[in-house]
T-cell receptor
Framework: NAGVTQTPKFQVLKTGQSMTLQCAQDMNHNSMYWYRQDPGMGLRLIYYSASEGTTDKGEVPNGYNVSRLNKREFSLRLESAAPSQTSVYFC?????????????FGDGTRLSIL | GENVEQHPSTLSVQEGDSAVIKCTYSDSASNYFPWYKQELGKGPQLIIDIRSNVGEKKDQRIAVTLNKTAKHFSLHITETQPEDSAVYFCAAPYGGTYKYIFGTGTRLKVLA
């Protein structure tokens, strides 16, 4: 059971470069999320997709774009990377929308921007 | 704005002792409260959750209690073992939606 799979696991970029983080889930979930995790700040929501074909901004969307490619896949793009975007990025999914749905997380992408 | 406060930020206990982590939330509409365990290099994993229509839920050595009046919920781990060492996060829905606000995490160390 793969659950939520994120690629790559590690990446180093130079300021100004672009990159797409990939996420796929095999649980037939409708909703998917992107978070960033910084020391001492917990997890903060960047973007989410309530269902295939829809995306919405979360708490910290500036500098990012997303694409819900199909029901399984949700990608996060950094168009022009900045050092402030150095973080660990987590993708998550839940069965459906609603405030009582558990979210299932991937193991993260560790991104460093020099 | 909406907020979830989590305490303590670090906790060290002797193996076999109990550990308690507390979270306070601000949105009275929140009705679901999950707890996640994050091991080094891994993503958060759901370990237990509680819905607002119950006050306590247990799963073996782990329990969660909820006080809706006071807007706080707690994670209790009994008979701690070295493998319980990890970072634990609480969360609460934001504005009655499915967007979560996470606490800032508690690093638990179980000393053998």
């Amino acid at each position: 059971n793969a659950g939520v799979t994120q690629t790559p696991k590690f990446q180093v970029l130079k300021t100004g470069q672009s990159m797409t983080l990939q996420c796929a889930q095999d649980m037939n979930h409708n909703s998917m999320y992107w978070y960033r995790q910084d020391p001492g700040m917990g997890l903060r929501l960047i973007y989410y997709s309530a269902s295939e074909g829809t995306t919405d901004k979360g708490e910290v969307p500036n500098g990012y774009n997303v694409s819900r490619l199909n029901k399984r896949e949700f990608s996060l793009r950094l168009e022009s990377a900045a050092p402030s975007q150095t973080s660990v990025y987590f993708c998550a999914s839940s069965e459906r929308t609603g405030g009582n749905q558990p979210q299932h997380f991937g193991d993260g992408t560790r991104l460093s921007i020099l | 704005g909406e907020n979830v406060e989590q305490h303590p930020s670090t906790l060290s206990v002797q193996e076999g002792d109990s550990a308690v982590i507390k979270c306070t939330y601000s949105d009275s509409a929140s009705n679901y409260f999950p707890w996640y365990k994050q091991e080094l290099g891994k993503g958060p994993q759901l370990i237990i959750d509680i819905r607002s229509n119950v006050g306590e839920k247990k799963d073996q050595r782990i329990a969660v209690t909820l006080n809706k009046t006071a807007k706080h919920f707690s994670l209790h781990i009994t008979e701690t073992q070295p493998e319980d060492s990890a970072v634990y996060f609480c969360a609460a829905p934001y504005g009655g939606t499915y967007k979560y606000i996470f606490g800032t995490g508690t690093r638990l160390k179980v000393l053998a």
